[in-house]
């Protein structure tokens, strides 16, 4: 289960909706632009929908994120489950 947190989710069916020159917020989409590109696309786009992207992806965003935080919870209960079985393994030998 630690190895799914780790592993990138570049290239799933939903991270492909959060990609594109719509939602420039992605990281894998800003090193593409030039800065004043940037800068004047975000200046056209204006207030309301320079907001209506950056909600969407951060509601995309934070779902891969409370993802990845069941995750690592899992992980972790399991370890200690396993410690502790561990322990008494070696104390019945």
């Not at 799933?12 to 594109?20: D, M, Q, V």
């Not at 204006?46 to 992806?57: D, I, N, P, T, Y």
Request: hydrophobic letters at 45%; charged letters at 15%.
């Amino acid at each position: 289960m630690a190895a799914l947190v780790m592993t990138p989710r570049l290239h799933l069916r939903w991270s492909k909706a959060l990609r594109g020159r719509d939602q420039i917020i992605y990281y894998g989409c800003l090193r593409q632009w030039e800065p004043g590109e940037l800068c004047n696309h975000l200046i056209n786009l204006g207030a309301v929908g320079q907001l209506e992207m950056l909600s969407r992806q951060l509601v995309g965003y934070s779902r891969v994120v409370w993802r990845k935080r069941t995750l690592v919870e899992c992980s972790v209960t399991l370890a200690l489950l396993a410690a502790g079985l561990l322990l008494v393994a070696s104390y019945l030998s």
